[in-house]
């Protein structure tokens, strides 16, 4: 290839990769933390960031036993982050779960974000029944001994089966209570397909008043989503979700209660993973 032709060529892939591969800068916004994945393939990611959680952990019914395991974790070595469900040959299932070592709390008086870009492996929907990635937050105070879901939970981004339906939802308080748990409260937005798409939190404290501040969901900077302290009308399971410590989750569970258990035809491997570029914080 002629050089300038090369040259030429490169710097139109740039911008793609940019975007793809690095937390975008937001005008207005700082970015105050985040994880782009780099690293060798085949690797865990950074252990300073997250917590590779090992084991099932006895929840909704799910099948999968989290594990260790490169098959199941892994960067990929082009700067994304790659959690991948396996079935072994008794029918038993792996897959991979991350918890951030991180926690932020939405600043008084600003504008939070907190987001990454996600994509799904490319086995037909129709092979993926039983599978449940997420992109999700709990509240930090779960490691203190405070109960699920007083602890506060948003879940950015949920989808079961391979639909491309993404769930934007809030749990807190109790069972029965004001987030309507276990459901929860929550919105539903279209993915146009199983490619890279953004999903976002964003916490707006800038109101200084806890009724009108508002937790909004957004899939590539469209709004599908939103709670309000007063919607809530409950100021300590607001507190919970808005005002206090959270850290993120990524994985991808396997079968249980909400998307029914794997059928014939699910197929695990790369094709069923959850791929990760970014998570990010930014603020006001
Ligand atoms: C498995 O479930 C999916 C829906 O998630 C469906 O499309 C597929 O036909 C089912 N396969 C079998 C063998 O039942």
Redesign the pocket.
Known sequence: MHSSAFTASLLACLPLLAQAWNAPSYSGFNLVWSDSFSGSGNTLPDQDNWNIITGNLGVNQELETYSDSTANVQLSGGNTLQLVPVQASDGSWTSGRVESRYTFTPAAGAQTLAEADIRFGSND??????MWPAFWMLGDSIHQGTSWPECGEIDALETI???LTGHGTVHCDQIGGVCNDPGGIGSQVTIPDQEWHTWRVQFDRTSNDWQSETITFYMDGNQFGQVTGSGLNDENSWNALCHSPLFFILNVAVGGSWPGD?????EGGYGSMMEVAYVAVYST
């Open positions: 929907i129709s092979n993926k029944q039983g089966n391979g639909q794997p059928n014939s035809s699910t």
